[in-house]
């Protein structure tokens, strides 16, 4: 595998059920990031885990629970989640240095909330 | 807070032909990155170019060059002799610094679909 990759591509969840998403980076990066994408809306950030710190985005809803145990894992748990939560989940990555540091994106998780 | 701001939702352009993608943002910063970011159906999103604000000349890759303009913080993407798989959404994105540990996000703007018609 190389670059970023997602699993699960697709998945479709109740209101009631728990679940995780799953990201992975074999780029040697040392920051990622949980991005949501819904229809008619800029991408917006949820979660960063860079250089041993955690950065959230205040407006992210507690159902969803960031977990980074190394530099190139990245899962993002939920639960409880409401219809309005459906949307492509995307998984970043970059290695920050002095100057540029660009982002890799993976595929995404196509997220439907029933 | 930065915003940016795309205000074409959809454009088209003729296989071969030249279309120019408008972005405008706003930011109190004197140096920052800019990025253009291309996502294909349901494929992933990649980088197109990427613009230092320090550096007056515009970017340029094969195809693809900005018009950078520091002053009226315009942005924009021109895709020269435009091809079938360039279509796509593209972003506009600014990178934003959000704590003093170093950690940034990018911001970005709506995004403008492309279609290029054979």
């Known amino acids: 595998e190389t670059g970023v990759t997602q699993t699960p591509r697709h998945l479709v969840m109740g209101m009631t059920n728990k679940k995780s998403l799953k990201c992975e980076q074999h780029?040697?990066?040392?920051?990622m990031y949980w991005y949501k994408q819904s229809a008619k809306k800029p991408l917006e950030l949820m979660f960063v885990?860079?250089?041993?710190?955690?950065?959230e985005n205040n407006s992210v809803p507690s159902r969803f629970s960031p977990e980074c145990p190394n530099s190139s894992h990245l899962f993002l748990h939920l639960h409880t989640l409401q219809p309005e939560d459906s949307a492509l989940y995307l998984c970043?990555?970059?290695?920050?240095?002095?100057?540029?540091?660009?982002?890799?994106f993976g595929p995404g998780t196509r997220l439907t909330v029933l | 807070a930065q915003t940016v701001t795309q205000s074409q939702p959809e454009m088209s352009v003729q296989e071969a032909e030249t279309v120019t993608l408008s972005c405008t943002y706003d930011?109190?910063?004197?140096?920052?990155?800019l990025f253009w970011y291309k996502q294909p159906p349901s494929r992933q999103m990649i980088l197109v170019i990427r613009?230092?604000?320090?550096?007056?000349q515009n970017a340029t890759e094969n195809r693809f060059s900005v018009n950078f303009q520091k002053a009226a913080k315009s942005f924009s993407l021109k895709i020269s002799d435009s091809q079938l798989g360039d279509a796509a959404m593209y972003f506009c994105?600014?990178?934003?610094?959000?704590?003093?540990?170093?950690?940034?996000?990018?911001?970005f703007g709506k995004g403008t679909k492309l279609t290029v018609n054979p």
């Open positions: 970043a990555s970059s290695l920050l240095l002095a100057g540029v540091n660009e982002q890799f």
């Open positions: 780029l040697g990066h040392n920051a």
């Open positions: 885990y860079s250089l041993e710190e955690r950065v």
């Open positions: 930011t109190s910063e004197s140096d920052y990155y």
């Open positions: 613009q230092e604000a320090y550096k007056q």
């Open positions: 994105a600014y990178r934003s610094e959000i704590s003093q540990g170093g950690s940034e996000k990018l911001v």
